[in-house]
């Protein structure tokens, strides 16, 4: 039996007072009976990635900054990610937009499934975001998760999913899990 799959649950809002952290507990909180692969969360504001600083493009793998080394060993150790994002101005948090602008191969033949927030259940932003996968050659699952602030939160803030979200975010995982696992051999072709 291969290794378990190793997906990253990436909280992409890193302003302060933010209402991101209680968005990723909860989409932690559904990977723990999981048995075809491990969730780890990784919070886009711990690690300190500053504007876009590299002078080679990304695609070039050319490196000159701890801090885009630190990312890129961290990238490159995930099979898929699962993106938790807010939606601001009808679009992508820049953090996110930065953070996947550092890397290119790191990205590549890897899948993703998106659970995002807002007024609207952020969906403008999961459309977005689909567009920079794509480029990025990763595979984005159809099943996601759009969370209301104003129907499946309590002031804004507090976590009350809609009775059917668990399953959303069931389906979601099983999609990223079997894209993941589905896109392995292309991992270790290279």
Known sequence: MP???????????TRPERV????????MEGTADREAATYTLVDLADQNLPLLDEPE????GTYTHEHTRA??????GFDGFVFVTPEYNRGIPGALKNSLDFLYAEWNDKAAAICCYGSSGGLRVAEQLKLVLGELQIATVRSQVSISIYDDMTDFSVMSPRDYQPRNRA?????????AGALRPLRSAD
């Open 3 to 13: 290794d378990k799959l190793k997906i990253a649950v990436i909280l992409a809002s």
């Open 20 to 27: 991101g952290p209680a968005v990723a507990d909860w989409v």
């Open 57 to 60: 493009p990304a695609s070039s």
């Open 71 to 76: 990312w890129s060993e961290l990238v490159t």
């Open 171 to 179: 389906s979601m995982f099983d999609q990223v899990e079997r894209w």
